[in-house]
């Protein structure tokens, strides 16, 4: 009798709690989701970001709302991000700059301060130029080009610290290559397309849909299906792959029953097939991880970089 009555408290006790926890929870969420996007909108970047909150929102109760901070090669939105309340209703975008960033600069956060979320996308890094720039017209002619005429080639990339400056930057410790870097607060495209810079570094789906822009070499394993006559760096003589990955983290501190809502709603998203459509269609290529496969990578990626950077 006495197990018995025992066993009631026990009972009692763990449904009172449940009472308690589980209509909080189950009543996430109960407001917006603010996705940062640390980069200008119109990049790739924020077409990823905005594409991602189109379909989510076919699956999550409420609004998923993209807002961009730009500036610092995205240092400016993560850091915003980073110090948001860890309670589910603030995401951020981060990329492979995170990985990066807190190795060449100072900064009040690095990968540990968030809590990944989800890998959306995985594009290998590129180098483009506008048709009508005959003299960097190829991977050839870019090369011999920039060692003849030490810093008159003008590269846009996406920031200091950004993972697509990274690869710029070993260009020219590999390849003895002379260009000049710009970092840029705006999309390095958008500069490119402008005339402010003779090339610029991005990633396959920049040059998706613009007929004013090509790649003259892509930073993979092997040639890109959709531009087979664009030859890898490997094949011009650099010992060197990147690529951009994105995707979405809250703030550390987040519980543990908010990331695997995410983990299980995002699932839904990335196998709607009018998302993979939508993405393919605009070259964009899906890479879904989830959240403890993508924390991993991120945590695998910063070690390589910590070790390039002799740090």
Same mark, same amino acid.
């Given at each position: 009798?006495?197990?018995?009555?025992?066993?009631?408290?026990?009972?009692?006790?763990?449904? +009172?709690?449940?009472?308690?926890?589980?209509?909080?929870?189950?009543?996430?969420?109960?407001?917006?989701?603010?996705?940062?996007?640390?980069?200008?909108?119109?990049? @790739?970047?924020?077409?990823?970001?905005?594409?991602?909150?189109?379909?989510?929102?076919?699956?999550?109760?409420?609004?998923?709302?993209?807002?961009?901070?730009?500036?610092?090669?995205?240092?400016?939105?993560?850091? =915003?991000?980073?110090?948001?309340?860890?309670?589910?209703?603030?995401?951020?975008?981060? /990329?492979?700059? &995170?990985?990066?960033?807190?190795?060449?600069?100072?900064?009040?956060?690095?990968?540990?301060?968030?809590?990944?979320?989800?890998?959306?996308?995985?594009?290998?890094?590129?180098?483009?130029? =506008?048709?009508?720039?005959?003299? &960097?017209?190829? +991977?050839?002619?870019?090369?011999?080009?920039?060692?003849?005429?030490?810093?008159?080639?003008?590269? %846009?990339?996406?920031?200091?610290?950004?993972?697509?400056?990274?690869?710029?930057?070993?260009?020219?410790?590999?390849?003895?290559?002379?260009?000049?870097?710009?970092?840029?607060?705006?999309?390095?495209?958008?500069?490119?397309? %402008?005339?402010?810079?003779?090339?610029?570094? @991005?990633?396959?789906?920049?040059?998706?849909?613009?007929?004013?822009?090509?790649?003259?070499?892509?930073?993979?394993?092997? =040639?890109?299906?959709?531009?087979?006559?664009?030859?890898?760096?490997?094949?011009?003589?650099?010992?060197? /792959?990147?690529?951009?990955?994105?995707?979405? +983290? &809250?703030?550390?501190?987040?519980?543990?029953?908010?990331?695997?809502?995410?983990?299980?709603?995002? /699932?839904?998203v990335m196998a709607d097939p009018e998302y993979v459509k939508t993405m @393919?269609?605009?070259?964009?290529?899906? +890479?879904?991880?989830?959240?403890?496969?993508?924390?991993?990578?991120?945590?695998?990626?910063?070690?390589?970089?910590?070790?390039?950077?002799?740090?």
């Amino acid at each position: 009798m006495r197990s018995l009555k025992s066993l009631s408290k026990v009972v009692f006790a763990v449904m +009172a709690l449940l009472l308690i926890v589980s209509p909080v929870f189950a009543a996430f969420p109960e407001k917006e989701i603010t996705l940062i996007v640390p980069y200008s909108a119109g990049g @790739g970047s924020d077409t990823t970001a905005r594409i991602f909150a189109q379909f989510a929102n076919k699956y999550f109760p409420k609004p998923i709302v993209v807002v961009n901070y730009p500036g610092g090669g995205g240092a400016v939105g993560q850091t =915003r991000g980073s110090k948001a309340a860890p309670d589910g209703y603030t995401l951020t975008q981060i /990329t492979s700059s &995170l990985t990066i960033q807190p190795l060449v600069k100072k900064l009040p956060y690095d990968y540990k301060s968030f809590t990944p979320i989800a890998q959306l996308v995985d594009s290998p890094d590129i180098l483009m130029v =506008r048709k009508d720039n005959e003299k &960097l017209a190829t +991977a050839e002619k870019f090369i011999a080009f920039a060692k003849a005429n030490p810093g008159k080639v003008r590269v %846009g990339t996406s920031g200091t610290g950004s993972n697509d400056h990274f690869t710029m930057m070993v260009l020219q410790q590999q390849g003895g290559l002379k260009h000049t870097l710009f970092p840029l607060s705006a999309d390095a495209k958008v500069n490119l397309l %402008g005339g402010h810079v003779d090339a610029a570094a @991005g990633g396959v789906e920049d040059v998706q849909d613009l007929p004013d822009l090509k790649a003259i070499m892509i930073f993979a394993d092997k =040639r890109d299906p959709s531009m087979p006559d664009v030859p890898t760096a490997k094949e011009m003589g650099f010992d060197w /792959t990147s690529s951009v990955w994105r995707g979405i +983290a &809250l703030p550390t501190g987040v519980s543990d029953e908010v990331v695997k809502y995410f983990d299980a709603t995002i /699932t839904k998203v990335m196998a709607d097939p009018e998302y993979v459509k939508t993405m @393919g269609n605009l070259g964009i290529p899906v +890479a879904y991880l989830k959240s403890a496969e993508f924390a991993e990578k991120i945590k695998e990626k910063a070690e390589v970089y910590k070790k390039l950077s002799g740090k």
